[in-house]
C-alpha cells in the first residue's frame, strides 16, 4: 500500500535559517504529492502540490520537487519566520478513489525570534 | 467566503454517550472526509463519501457512523463503541473523488474529550 515518511521532529530554527523537512513516500502508480500545513487549534491548509515528476510546487517562499528517482518530496525555505512555526504535513493521492490523502505524521517546526 | 465549518469547537463526551460532529461545506464539493488527529500521528480516514446518501468505510471506521442526506453536510457520530474517543476530529472536501491532484480542503476541526 501506500506509506508517508517524515523526518521526524520537532525542529527548531532561529529566524531567517534555512528550512529542510524530508518526505519519501512509497506508491504502486504515480501518485499527486502534497504539503499542508497546520498552524495551533486549526486545520491543515494546503501549502503546495505537485502532480507529476519533476514538478516543482511553490508558495509563501516554500517550495518542493517532486523527484520520481529518489521517491522523495522535500519541503525548503531559504530563510524562516516566527509565523511559519506549525505543523507541516506530507500526503500523496492517487487516482480513481476518495480514499486518496495518504498522510505523514508531520515534522512540528518551531521558529525562534 | 466559501469553506467548511465544523462545529462545536470543543466538545464533552460522557461515558455511554453518543455524541454528533457537525461538518458544513458551501463550496459545491462532491466528496467529503472526516479524519481522526491523534498527537504525533498523521491523520487516518474514518469515513468518506463521494455523492449523497452514499459513503464507505476508511481505515479506521470502527465505533463511528456517518450520514450524507445534502450535499452540504456530513455529520459524524461518535458512538459508545468507540472506546477511545479523545482526538482532534477534521472534516474535509474536495470537487471530484476520481482526481487525484485535487486538494482537499479542511475545516478548524473538533477537540473531543471525554469527562
Known amino acids: ?113 | 467566503d466559501g469553506g467548511i465549518t465544523q462545529s462545536p469547537k470543543y466538545l464533552f463526551r460522557k461515558e455511554g454517550q453518543n455524541v454528533t460532529l457537525s461538518c458544513e461545506q458551501n463550496l459545491n464539493h462532491d466528496a467529503m472526509y472526516w479524519y481522526r488527529q491523534d498527537p504525533g500521528q498523521g491523520l487516518r480516514l474514518i469515513y468518506y463519501s463521494q455523492i449523497v446518501n452514499d459513503f464507505q468505510k476508511g481505515d479506521i471506521a470502527e465505533g463511528y457512523s456517518v450520514s450524507r442526506e445534502k450535499k452540504e453536510s456530513f455529520p459524524l457520530t461518535v458512538t459508545s463503541a468507540q472506546k477511545n474517543p479523545t482526538a482532534f476530529y477534521l472534516c474535509a472536501s474536495s470537487e471530484s473523488e476520481g482526481i487525484s491532484n485535487q486538494p482537499q480542503h479542511f475545516g478548524d476541526g473538533t477537540r473531543l474529550s471525554i469527562l
Open chain 1, 1 to 113: 500500500g501506500n506509506s508517508v515518511t517524515q523526518m521526524e521532529g520537532p525542529v527548531t530554527l532561529s529566524e531567517e535559517a534555512f528550512l529542510t523537512i524530508n518526505c519519501t513516500y512509497t506508491a504502486t502508480g504515480y501518485p499527486s504529492l502534497f504539503w499542508y500545513v497546520q498552524y495551533p487549534g486549526e486545520g491543515l491548509q494546503l501549502l503546495l502540490k505537485a502532480t507529476k515528476a519533476d514538478d516543482k510546487g511553490s508558495n509563501k517562499g516554500f517550495e518542493a520537487t517532486y523527484r520520481k528517482e529518489t521517491t522523495s518530496f522535500h519541503l525548503e525555505k531559504g530563510s524562516v519566520q516566527v509565523s511559519d512555526s506549525a505543523v507541516y504535513f506530507c500526503a500523496l493521492s492517487e487516482g480513481g478513489s476518495a480514499r486518496q490523502l495518504t498522510f505523514g505524521s508531520g515534522t512540528q517546526l518551531t521558529v525562534l525570534p
